[in-house]
């Protein structure tokens, strides 16, 4: 059952504990009512919390089989039904049928799969001398997820969080709650022990910040803007506990001179657009040798100008609209300002693509630009694309680094170690070679302002993990 008016506290859906508050929630492709979520407050923390608290302590003392176990019956009753959830990130968030379910849905699910396999081989016990060194549950945490690639934010902090032996609430983003509703009715059907996980619908000034500050919860793992992550921090500095968090990017994708343009180019304009430019490490900041501009600003530009924008149902369309107004203003605001400040507009601009008078789509766009420039320096979070030019490669390096964020970075070149060598002069947790496969095995996170702390297999079990050191354990 998908409640929207009540939430998911000790195993039981409840309505909120005092007078319901509802919003609205939007189609972005028809701007049309979907849904409304009710917006929980403290008292309705503060339930969820005593609830995860009430049973941490049997659930801190579960073996890891038993966790994986639990893993297991999640992840078979996600697949089974994860056409639900794909059709409701398409109403809620906008992305399009076919990438919703095989990318957002797909990710998501793979993130399951990996967290028990890395789960099932983590030695959570490490024998030194005398002396035992054992990993154990953090305790209670508190999780924060965005609306931008909802269900692969849920799934990537609430598996591992569940195979470190925690227990949780989830507040998902107030935009996109529909997904989130769903996971929690995926877990309950799994049947997950009660108090284990925990959701409240709500917003960040209201939940997120009582999260934050409660004085029973033990973490935070937040995904978010960086503006909100540090408001995050602050609150739970008061109580010391640990914070993690994945914050903005703005990835520079740098095309070294060896590459094939005709191939990478194609390939790194899509990748920036796609998710309607709403990924945080998209790399959404095209390096290119000075000498190449204009070639490489032919090829974006009839790159860009061939997307299909329009119904995110339509078997045809590339990108669906971005997922709220808010939004839509905000990347209707930078694209202006760029203009105002003089960088060079190759395709797209402001305002809707022809033919479409409703819904939150917006034009994709590509720019040459400078690298001062607010457009260059701050994350979008939209279709929007900036080229920059570089001289060689240590103006390149120079330039991509040249960012308060660092979370993502891409390099192509038909030289692999010419491109292994400038990966490493990059000042981010992730770079990506020549465009290669997906990688569930791999931490995910940030330099910078782009966050602390790892996600993603057994790096991201480990953060929901507190050490201990045993002396005298053993006599030999």
């Known amino acids: 059952m998908l409640y929207t008016d009540k939430f998911y506290i000790d195993g039981k859906w409840v309505p909120p504990a005092n007078s319901v508050l509802l919003k609205d929630v939007l189609n972005p492709a028809t701007e049309e009512v979907i849904a409304q979520v009710a917006l929980g407050t403290a008292e309705d923390v503060n339930r969820a919390v005593k609830a995860a608290r ?177 408001a995050v921090a602050k609150a739970a500095a008061d109580t010391v506990k640990r914070v993690t968090q994945e914050l903005g990017g703005k990835s520079a994708n740098v095309v070294l001179p060896d590459a094939d343009f005709e191939s990478v180019i194609p390939k790194g304009v899509m990748g920036s657009f796609r998710n309607s430019g709403q990924s945080c490490i998209a790399p959404t900041r095209m390096l290119v040798p000075r000498a190449r501009l204009d070639d490489v600003v ?81 994350e979008v979070f939209g279709p929007v694309l900036v080229i920059l030019a570089y001289q060689d490669e240590d103006d390149a390096v120079r330039i991509a680094n040249d960012n308060p964020y660092g979370l993502g970075g891409y390099v192509q070149s038909a030289d692999p170690e010419r491109a292994r060598r400038v990966a490493r002069r990059l000042r981010t947790g992730r770079v990506d070679l020549n465009y290669p496969a997906y990688d569930p095995a791999v931490p995910y996170g940030g330099y910078k302002q782009s966050g602390n702390g790892r996600e993603y297999a057994d790096f991201g079990i480990r953060e929901y993990l507190e050490t201990k050191s045993i002396l005298g354990y053993s006599s030999v």
């Open 54 to 230: 009430r049973a941490f302590d049997s659930c801190s003392r579960t073996d890891p089989a038993a966790r994986v176990a639990i893993l297991g019956r999640i992840a078979e009753v996600y697949q089974r039904r994860s056409q639900e959830v794909a059709d409701l990130m398409t109403q809620e968030v906008g992305i399009p049928s076919g990438p919703s379910l095989a990318l957002q849905t797909g990710i998501a699910f793979r993130q399951l799969e990996q967290t028990i396999a890395s789960l099932a081989s983590m030695d959570f016990d490490l024998r030194r001398g005398t002396s035992m060194i054992t990993h154990e549950p953090i305790g209670v945490c508190g999780l924060i997820t965005p609306w931008n690639a909802p269900m692969i934010q849920i799934v990537c902090k609430v598996a591992p969080a569940i195979a470190a032996g925690c227990t949780m609430v989830l507040k998902p983003s107030e935009l996109a709650p529909l997904n989130a509703a769903w996971f929690a009715d995926v877990l309950d059907e799994a049947k997950v022990p009660a108090g284990v996980f925990n959701l409240v619908q709500g917003d960040g000034e209201t939940v997120g910040a009582t999260l934050s500050a409660h004085p029973d919860v033990d973490m935070i793992s937040f995904t978010g803007s960086t503006r909100a992550g540090i």
């Open 298 to 378: 032919r090829i974006a530009k009839a790159t860009a100008e061939g997307v299909v924008v329009g119904d995110p149902k339509a078997a045809d369309t590339i990108l669906g609209p971005v997922a709220n107004r808010a939004q839509y203003d905000k990347v209707q605001r930078m694209i202006g300002q760029a203009i105002e400040e003089g960088a060079q507009l190759v395709a797209g601009g402001p305002g809707r693509p022809t033919g479409l008078t409703c819904g939150y789509y917006v034009r994709p766009t590509v720019f040459v630009c400078k690298p001062g420039m607010t457009i260059a320096r701050d």
